[in-house]
């Protein structure tokens, strides 16, 4: 079992900047793909952005490219994203996961979820 769990989310006005952290624990962090989603009240669970076990390969949704940033310490086996110019569509409850076989945009190839960080942008 992999333990996740994610910080870092709160209140924040449009065009200001969040960064959030995602920490595992449990079995070895090792090789595993980690991954960002959003869920917006009423909306389904969305890809926001992953990355591969070395940082070699980063996928981004379009909505987010040139303003959010994934990136990974597996040394403190913590996930990044550093949030910025955010927009009030921005808002929901951010998740980490983890994937052990690789790094996909499709949500069903996680293996593992943290509960969920808020984040609001307001207008």
């Known amino acids: 079992q992999v333990q996740l769990v994610e910080s870092g989310g709160g209140l924040v006005q449009a065009g200001g900047s969040l960064r959030l952290s995602c920490a595992a624990s449990g079995r070895t962090f090792s090789g595993y793909g980690m991954g960002w989603f959003r869920q917006a009240p009423g909306k389904e669970r969305e890809f926001v952005t992953a990355?591969?076990?070395?940082?070699?390969?980063?996928y981004y949704a379009d909505s987010v490219k040139g303003r959010f940033t994934i990136s990974r310490d597996n040394a403190k086996n913590t996930v990044y994203l550093q949030m910025n110019s955010l927009k009030p569509e921005d808002t929901a409850v951010y998740y980490c996961a983890a994937d052990s076989l690789g790094v996909h945009v499709g949500r069903d190839k996680y293996d593992y979820w943290g509960q969920g960080t808020q984040v609001t942008v307001s207008s």
């Open positions: 990355i591969s076990w070395s940082g070699g390969v980063r």
